[in-house]
């Protein structure tokens, strides 16, 4: 079982560049999310998506650019990389709602803006 | 909209002890709460998670309890291991309801010392 299987693990970027995050989950699962890991500052929601063609933002969205063409693709989208995107990345998704069951996490991609 | 406050930032126990994690919430709505334990390197992983018609639950070593007049909530774990040394996290969230997402708090790092 893949799981929610990210790519890639690490990256680094120069400021200015693009990049984009690849997701992908083999469960079917409807609702796909993004989130960014700071330190000190927990999980905060990026994108999320209800289903294919469906995409909304989260709390911290700027800068970042989704589409969800698929059921099981979610890539995330760098426009200018800055170093304040320096973060840890986690994709996620759950079989039912956004926040109301088990959301099953990706071993997070690590970026680094220089 | 939800905010939630999680304590201690960091804890350190001695092997066979018991460790408590507290959280709050502010949005009284607010009907789901699960915890989630990140290992070193990997996505955080769901462990417990208590819904607002229940007042405690319990998993062999672990057992969340939820106070909604006080609106908190708290992890315990007993006859610590080494094995439980990471990253934990509460959330809250309104449930499926209107598919709001999980709100995290930022984190508590556990260490269990043999």
């Known amino acids: 079982n893949a799981g929610v299987t990210q790519t890639p693990k690490f990256q680094v970027l120069k400021t200015g560049q693009s990049m984009t995050l690849q997701c992908a989950q083999d469960?079917?699962?409807?609702?796909m999310s993004w989130y960014r890991q700071d330190p000190g500052m927990g999980l905060r929601l990026i994108h999320y998506?209800?289903?294919?063609?469906?995409?909304d933002q989260g709390e911290v969205p700027n800068g970042y650019n989704v589409s969800r063409s698929t059921t099981e693709d979610f890539p995330l989208r760098l426009l200018s990389a800055a170093p304040s995107q320096t973060s840890v990345y986690f994709c996620?998704?759950?079989?039912?709602?956004?926040?109301?069951?088990?959301?099953?996490f990706g071993e997070g991609s690590w970026l680094t803006v220089v | 909209g939800e905010n939630v406050e999680q304590h201690p930032s960091t804890l350190s126990v001695q092997e066979g002890d018991s460790a408590v994690i507290k959280c709050t919430y502010s949005?009284?709505?607010?009907?789901?709460f699960p915890w989630y334990k990140q290992e070193l390197g990997k996505g955080p992983q769901l462990i417990i998670d208590?819904?607002?018609?229940?007042g405690e639950k319990k998993d062999q070593r672990i057992a969340v309890t939820l106070n909604k007049t006080a609106k908190h909530f708290s992890l315990h774990i007993t006859e610590t291991q080494p094995e439980d040394s990471a990253v934990y996290f509460c959330?809250?969230?309104?449930?499926?309801?209107?598919?709001?997402?999980?709100?995290f708090g930022k984190g508590t790092r556990l260490s269990v010392i043999a």
């Open positions: 996620a998704s759950s079989p039912e709602g956004l926040g109301g069951n088990t959301i099953y």
């Open positions: 469960m079917n699962h409807e609702y």
């Open positions: 998506s209800v289903g294919a063609g469906i995409t």
């Open positions: 949005d009284s709505a607010s009907n789901y």
């Open positions: 208590i819904r607002s018609n229940v």
């Open positions: 959330a809250a969230s309104r449930g499926n309801s209107g598919n709001t997402p999980l709100v």
